[in-house]
């Protein structure tokens, strides 16, 4: 593909997507892994056994926005991350459990 006059690499142009959810037992998947060319094929039955996983796997330049819901209490994201961490809608703050937040 050409823009300009200038090649572009395709795959370039994918967005990037990372999970926000919690590492998942077994080592099936790991929080904070980043999927550059959309979600391998081996991990789509995951995705569609737990939707959680789908819910909280957003592109890269929106997930601060959606860490700050993670940990606020009464969010979709709130209930999907507790949901995964088998703690069901518990109003538990999560804070210091996503790897990506630092623990005052």
Same mark, same amino acid.
């Given at each position: 593909?050409?823009?300009?006059?200038?090649?572009?690499?395709?795959?370039? +142009? *994918?967005?990037?997507?990372?999970? $926000?959810?919690?590492?998942?037992?077994? %080592?099936?998947?790991?929080?904070?892994?980043?999927? !550059?060319?959309?979600?391998?094929?081996?991990?789509?039955?995951?995705?569609?056994?737990?939707?959680?996983?789908?819910?909280?796997?957003?592109? +890269? *330049?929106?997930?601060?926005?959606? $860490?700050?819901?993670?940990?606020?209490? %009464?969010?979709?994201?709130?209930?999907?991350?507790? !949901?995964?961490?088998?703690?069901?809608?518990?109003?538990?703050?999560?804070?210091?459990?996503?790897?990506?937040?630092?623990?005052?």
């Amino acid at each position: 593909m050409t823009d300009g006059g200038t090649k572009v690499d395709e795959r370039a +142009v *994918e967005t990037a997507s990372i999970d $926000l959810g919690s590492n998942l037992p077994g %080592g099936r998947l790991l929080q904070s892994t980043v999927f !550059r060319a959309g979600v391998p094929a081996y991990l789509k039955p995951l995705f569609t056994d737990k939707p959680d996983i789908a819910e909280l796997t957003v592109p +890269v *330049e929106g997930m601060a926005e959606v $860490l700050e819901r993670i940990v606020q209490a %009464g969010t979709a994201e709130h209930a999907a991350y507790q !949901r995964l961490l088998g703690k069901g809608n518990a109003g538990t703050d999560v804070g210091c459990s996503i790897m990506l937040i630092p623990c005052l």
